[in-house]
Structure formats: structure tokens, C-alpha cells
């Protein structure tokens, strides 16, 4: 399991972690950061997040952190 954390404020909308995640799990919010921009959001559960981390990764301004945790059974 993976959880999914955007900094709104680090971000600038610039849609790139958008289009790479391949699950399709971040969107743009229509509310605006302090900064003025649309800001990028988890738009579905995180239960769906395959941790692959590319969303953090192609972020130009590191405002994405993918935590991965294990479910006990
Ligand atoms: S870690 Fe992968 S699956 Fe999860 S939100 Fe980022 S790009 Fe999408
Ligand atoms: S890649 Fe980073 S700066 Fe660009 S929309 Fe996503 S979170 Fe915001």
C-alpha cells in the first residue's frame, strides 16, 4: 500500500505528475494555492497508488512524498 502526500503550496500546476501516473490518481484542484496557481491533487482513494513513485520523481519542485507501509493481516 502507498499513500500520497502534495504540498499545494510547492506547487505550480504544472500538470507533469498528472500525466504520468498511470493510475491516474492526481488532478488539478480548481481552487487556487497562496501562490496563485492550481494546484495538483489526489483525485481518487490512494488505496490505488502502486507506490512507483514517478509522480515524486518527475515533480519539478519535490512538492510530492510517497510513503509505503505494510497491512498486517
Ligand atoms: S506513486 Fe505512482 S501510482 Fe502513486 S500517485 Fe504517484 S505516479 Fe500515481
Ligand atoms: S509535478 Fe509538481 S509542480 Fe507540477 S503539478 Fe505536479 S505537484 Fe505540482
Known sequence: ???IIINKERCKGCGLCIDTC???LITV???FNA???HFAKVSKSAGGCLGCRFCAIICPD???EIYQYEVKK
Open 22 to 24: 498511470p493510475k491516474k
Open 29 to 31: 484542484s480548481e481552487d
Open 35 to 37: 501562490k496563485g496557481y
Open 1 to 3: 500500500m502507498a499513500k
Open 62 to 64: 519535490v512538492a510530492i
